[in-house]
Nanobody, 120 residues
Framework: QVQLVESGGGLVQPGGSLRLSCVAS????????MGWYRQAPGKQRELVAG???????NYVDSVKGRFTISRDNAKNTVYLQINSLKPEDTAVYYC??????????????WGQGTQVTVSS
């Protein structure tokens, strides 16, 4: 019903920057809560940043001040601006879309992921 496609990952040096993009199609983008998750080798997937349909944002402590999530509803796109990259940021980054009803989670979709590698 909803398709998510991430892009923007790559190999960067410590201290560098990247901007990840996630384009959604198949439904009404503006009604979904969007998030970026990441999963490093041997570790569990974690929520990095989230943005609600009302533009409220939240971040995991390890990325506060370095990562910025934003959305452009006219383009059906959510972004993750990543600055001051560290080797520990290396992971596959996934885009997530969720819709909630009054009784709980109604819809949950995931992109295929984009690799971010931070190395000198």
């Amino acid at each position: 019903q909803v398709q998510l496609v991430e892009s923007g990952g790559g190999l960067v040096q410590p201290g560098g920057s990247l901007r990840l993009s996630c384009v959604a199609s198949g439904s009404i983008f503006a009604t979904y809560h969007m998030g970026w998750y990441r999963q490093a080798p041997g570790k569990q997937r974690e929520l990095v940043a989230g943005i609600t349909s009302g533009d409220s944002t939240n971040y995991v402590d390890s990325v506060k001040g370095r990562f910025t999530i934003s959305r452009d509803n006219a383009k059906n796109t959510v972004y993750l601006q990543i600055n001051s990259l560290k080797p520990e940021d290396t992971a596959v980054y996934y885009c997530n879309a969720r819709k909630y009803a009054w009784f709980g989670l109604l819809e949950d979709y995931w992109g295929q992921g984009t690799q971010v590698t931070v190395s000198s």
